[in-house]
Structure formats: structure tokens, C-alpha cells
């Protein structure tokens, strides 16, 4: 059985994009933080320590909690005339603000998490040259770090979000390698998931929900990569029963240490992407 090490492909993709950073004109990206949410400043504090590493410039523009949406969407705009090479809103925002149009205000050429609509339609199309969210394009490396054979497999999904299920679901079908799978997109109220999770060749939960994959829920020689992760007493879990289910897989990820590290690798490849866009 395969432990799925995402710090250890992290570490694979960084020493390729620390080819391709230029030292007298390093890439930048802006992080904007809305409010004091304890897990956000957690998180940005991790993306900004894995850029410095690699000599990545970087800002985090602090918001207070109670901005409006057209005061936030202003601060965007600042940023897409300034020197900048990516931007960043950290996600959730407060429930006053349209995150969907706070994401439209981003320049689609800075816009390094790859949730603004233009971008969202060149991954739709298959187009090369926009960007990919960084966690579906982290566990696409991750797939591809460790050969495994997605060709023609049955890779289940669950979750639909905007942010993980609907873009790797396309991410995975596309006419490449580390692609041409046959992709079901579920969700948790999807009727008959047991039965649809045993017919998995990989199995990728994304929901939130702790434990919420057991080992009835999954076939003999199944790779399982946990992309849930919910914070317990200080304690991080997934939406795997790790324990029970790894004996059962030929790969699994865990959590914490699985697709995280892939997703701050991943930003920081599209803030480097974005250097050459925005030179």
C-alpha cells in the first residue's frame, strides 16, 4: 500500500518552478485577507513561508471583516493596475459579500486560484493558457508524481463545489495525460453512493465530512485521495476513515500532509505561470 506523500511531490514540483523563477525579477503575489478568521490567517501564513522559500515576493492585504463588497471590489481593481503578478482572496469570505463577483473583479490574467469566469471557460474547453485551481491542478500532480494509471479508470468524485468537484471533474476527463478518465461527480445526497463508490477505480471525496468514507465503501486495490478536512478539537480530519480503509487501498492520501501541500505548491506554480503572463 502506497502512502500518497503530498510534501514530498510538493517538494518535486518546487524545484521545477524554482527553474523557471527569474532573480531579477522574482514573481509576486498579493494575498487579500478579509476579517480575522483564525483557519484563513493560518493558511496565508503557510502560502507566504512557501513563497519566501522560493523567492516568491509576497503581500498580505488585511481587511476588516465589515468591508463592503464595493469597497473590497475597489482594492481588487488597485491591485490589477499595480506591479503585482498574482492575486489572491482567501477564501470563505463574509456572508454580506458576493464572493462569485469579488472573483469577476479579478484581472483573468492574475487571477492564481483560477476561479474567474474566463479561466473557468478555458479549463472548460480544454484551452491551454489560462489558470487552474490550485487544489484540482495540486491533486492532478499528485496523480502524476505517482504514476498512477488514470487512463480509461473510473474516478469518482464527491462533492460539486466550484472550487474542488466541478473543476477537477473536467480536469481529469480532458484528452491528456493524467486525464482520459471516465469522471461520475457525486455529491452526498447522491442516491446509491455506496454502491457508486465500489465501482471507483479512484475515490476522491471532497465534502467536509468527517470519516464520512468507510471501508465498506470501498473496493479492493482502490486509490483514495482525501481531499476533505475539518478542524476537531484542534485536531485536522478527513473525509476518509483513514485507519480503517487504507487496507483495503493501493494508494491512499492522508490528512493532514495529502493534497494540502499541493495546493500551496500549485499557487505558487500559477503565481509563477502568471511572472511570464504579466512580465
Known amino acids: 500500500m502506497i502512502i500518497l506523500d503530498g510534501k514530498k511531490a ?34 496565508v501564513t503557510m502560502k507566504q513561508k512557501a513563497a519566501a522559500r522560493l523567492g516568491i515576493q509576497s503581500q498580505v492585504i488585511r481587511l476588516a471583516k465589515d468591508i463592503s463588497e464595493e469597497a473590497l471590489c475597489e482594492e481588487i481593481k488597485a491591485l490589477n493596475l499595480g506591479p503585482i503578478h498574482g492575486i489572491l482572496v482567501q477564501m470563505p469570505l ?19 486560484d483560477g476561479l474567474h469566469p474566463y479561466n473557468a471557460g478555458l479549463l472548460a474547453l480544454g484551452e491551454e493558457g489560462g489558470f487552474t485551481p490550485c487544489t484540482p491542478l495540486g491533486i492532478k500532480y499528485l496523480i502524476d508524481f505517482y504514476k498512477i494509471p488514470t487512463l480509461g479508470r473510473h474516478i469518482v468524485i464527491i462533492g460539486r463545489s466550484i472550487l474542488v468537484g466541478r473543476p477537477l471533474a473536467t480536469l481529469l476527463s ?28 479512484i475515490l ?27 478542524n476537531i478539537n484542534h485536531r485536522l480530519i478527513g473525509d476518509v476513515d483513514f485507519e ?21 505548491a500549485s499557487l505558487l506554480s ?10
Open 10 to 43: 510538493a517538494e518535486a514540483l518546487y524545484k521545477e518552478i524554482e527553474g523557471s523563477i527569474n532573480p531579477k525579477r522574482p514573481p509576486s503575489i498579493a494575498m487579500v485577507l478579509v476579517g480575522e478568521n483564525a483557519p484563513s490567517i493560518t493558511y
Open 94 to 112: 463574509p456572508s454580506h459579500i458576493n464572493a462569485a463577483r469579488v472573483m469577476e473583479t479579478i484581472a483573468p490574467s492574475k487571477d492564481v
Open 244 to 264: 480503517n480503509v487504507q487496507k483495503k487501498c493501493y494508494a491512499i492520501s492522508s490528512v493532514p500532509g495529502g493534497v494540502g501541500p499541493m495546493t500551496i
Open 174 to 201: 480532458q484528452k491528456t495525460f493524467g486525464g482520459e478518465a471516465t469522471v461520475t461527480l457525486a455529491h452526498s445526497q447522491t442516491v446509491h453512493l455506496e454502491e457508486l463508490c465500489l465501482s471507483a477505480d
Open 204 to 230: 476522491i471525496p471532497a465534502i467536509g465530512s468527517p470519516l464520512f468514507i468507510k471501508e465498506s465503501m470501498v473496493k479492493q486495490g482502490t486509490v483514495v485521495i482525501d481531499v476533505g478536512i475539518t
Open 270 to 279: 500559477n503565481t509563477v505561470k502568471a511572472s511570464l503572463k504579466n512580465p
